[in-house]
């Protein structure tokens, strides 16, 4: 932008969503005390503002709202404007999105607006706003005038409703009693998913249609244990109906972030990293649980995607691309049947008829439902049916595909893109770490193992400051001290890494990050962790403390099953003592509700049934085909550690493994279960059997 009319507070901040923001007429204030004694000393409402980068109808808000000069005049008479990115302030994006649920009969979402005293306290909460009255919905500008009215002529009943709501924020989240946690809360999982399932289309429920990854993982260890075949088939009919249609950038690769229609087509078209990562986790088992090579393709084409297009220049993963470009949501990923035809000639008919695009196109205003003659790319029928049609076997089909959907990607990416959210966050960077590692370590693709030793290095040592972990890094800047989240998604991913490569470095770190949640964050009154760390100088109005498992599983779950994982591989039963006590203290939440606690119930998993610990001992080279049998493996309740001979870091790390050596020279694995263990084997075959 070039001599912009403003220039606001915002413009010094690293947060792109913030930066978004910066010329904006209203006079935005990041989050912190200078705002809040101005609100003071002015005796002004604060109008609290949280969103993030590649919210579409953040965006809009802006554009409408923000960007007005009469409604900047409103925002900056009348209120102290603060603008949050919800990905950079977890804590305060927990605290407040309660209280807008609370205002809103449960309808939470971004943009998040709310009215607070210069106290912190909540006047008044909603999500999306429009300029002016309509939809059902106040207009923003009313608001603001009628706000502004009760703080000047009805305050004590402002300031009345606004005590009451944090008193009920506090009391929120706190244990509810306890209830006997047990196998049967997984089996009452899966039949509450039966029960929602859509078996034509997959998926669970009515649009909009969300891929909650994390619960067809639950769903494939719930099959390991039950062979209930209408368990895997409902896993299955999800993720390959998800892989066909326009949630999947076919041509690009990668998920994003849900579907607006049941039929998987209409996607909301933002990328989101930890998308990426729990979706790899999902595809990556059902390959190891089925053998089927759809899903390890499925799996290549995310990572590649992640390493194309997400991957920091330091060696860790950027957190979003947006949906809109040009101002326009899916602009960049839609495509007109004159522009096939002009990339693809006479290929262009076989490529529209396999991935359902018209003259009309299929891709309408999500609003007014109007056609748009723009197609996103799915797959209607399998290719199979198709290859059958058109006389070719899919193989041949198959091949004639791939250098069609090269052709269109290289046009695509001389087309304005999206946004890069570019901040590399700790927590989502965890997720995504496991995530391609076990996908290198399974499907032997060393760039993705290494891709994942990278972005851990780049966070453990450019990501940390006097040992504490920082949550955000972006251009040569890092700051924000750690949320639970980023120690226990990190911890679960370096656990993931060490049971890859076995460099005895990520699993000591693993270690160090357990017990410092459980030092910063673990509330042991409570036996529940907190979103900020007893060392945060900085106090909200009330602990942000979050169990539910909805788009990213919550800091109690990863906190949870981090420490059992690391208390049964380093033989630590304080840590999942720690681990037990913690699902106990939401116990009856989780069995209230079930079907909201998938990630939850997978720790549960790791505590009510047998767990196997799996020692290979023998130099790297020497074990190197035993490692490819664990790594191939679906193992869900294993813990795997190498024993390298003379290896006193890992010796150190586990005490118990110096009793397991080779066998006759030769490379063995030891297979124990809940530490009872077998006579070791140095044939992968037996191996093999003995899993």
Known sequence: MTNPAHTNRLAKEFSPYLLQHQHNPVDWYPWGAEAFDKAKREDKLVFLSVGYATCHWCHVMEHESFESEEIAALLNKDYVAIKVDREERPDIDNVYMQVVQAFTSGHGGWPMSVFLAPDQRPVFAATYLPPA?????????????????????????????????TTWLNERGAPQGRAELGKAHINVFARQLES???????????????????????????????????????????????????????????????????????????????????????????????????????????????????????GGFHSAEDADSEGVEGKFYVWSMAELKQVLGADAALFAEVYGCGEKGNFHDEATHKQSGENILHLPAQLEVLAFKNNMREEELSAKLRPLREKLLAVRSKRVRPLLDDKVLADWNGLMIGAIARTGAALNEARY????????????????????????????????????????????????????????????????????????????????????????????????????????????????????????????????????????????????????????????????????????????AESKSLLDVLARKFLPRAVVALHEPGDAEIEKLIPAIKAQVEVGGEAAAYVCTNFACRAPVTEAAALERAL
């Open 133 to 165: 009255n309509r939809f059902g919905r106040p207009g923003f500008g009313h608001v603001l005038s009628e706000l502004a009215r009760l703080w000047k002529s009805d305050r004590d009943n402002l300031l009345k409703s606004a005590t009451e709501v």
């Open 449 to 620: 193992l290494k891709a994942a030793q990278e972005a851990a290095d780049f966070i453990l040592t450019t990501m940390q400051k006097d040992a504490r972990l920082l949550h955000r890094y972006r251009k040569g800047n890092a700051g924000i001290l750690g949320y639970l989240e980023d120690y226990t998604f990190l911890a679960n991913g370096l656990i993931d890494l060490y049971q890859c490569d076995f460099n005895a470095r990520w699993l000591s770190e693993a270690q160090r990050l357990c017990r410092e949640a459980v030092r910063l964050f673990r509330v042991e009154k409570e036996n529940l962790f907190h979103t900020q760390g007893s060392d945060d100088p900085e106090r909200l109005i009330a602990p942000s403390r979050v169990t539910y498992d909805g788009a990213i599983p919550s800091g109690n779950a990863a906190a949870a099953l981090a420490l059992v994982r690391i208390g049964r591989l380093c033989q630590d039963e304080k840590l999942v003592e720690i681990a037990k006590a913690t699902l106990d203290a939401y116990s009856t939440e989780i069995e209230s509700r079930p079907e909201a606690y998938p990630y939850a119930l997978m720790a549960l998993d790791w505590l009510v049934n047998p767990t196997q610990e799996i020692v290979v001992a023998g130099k790297r």
């Open 196 to 314: 929602i399932f859509d078996s034509d289309r997959g998926g669970f429920g009515n649009a909009p249609k969300f891929p909650r990854p994390h619960s067809l993982s639950l769903l494939l260890r719930h099959y390991r244990d039950h062979k209930e075949p209408q368990v895997l088939g409902m896993v299955e009919k999800t993720l390959e109906c998800m892989d066909r249609g326009g949630m999947n950038d076919q041509i690009g690769g990668g998920f994003h972030r849900y579907s607006t229609d049941e039929n998987w087509l209409l996607p909301h078209f933002e990328k989101m990293l930890y998308d990426q990562a729990l979706m790899t986790n999902a595809y990556l088992e059902a390959w190891q649980v089925t053998g089927k090579p759809q899903y390890a393709a499925t799996v290549r084409n995310i990572c590649d995607y992640v390493l194309r297009d997400l991957r920091d220049e330091k």
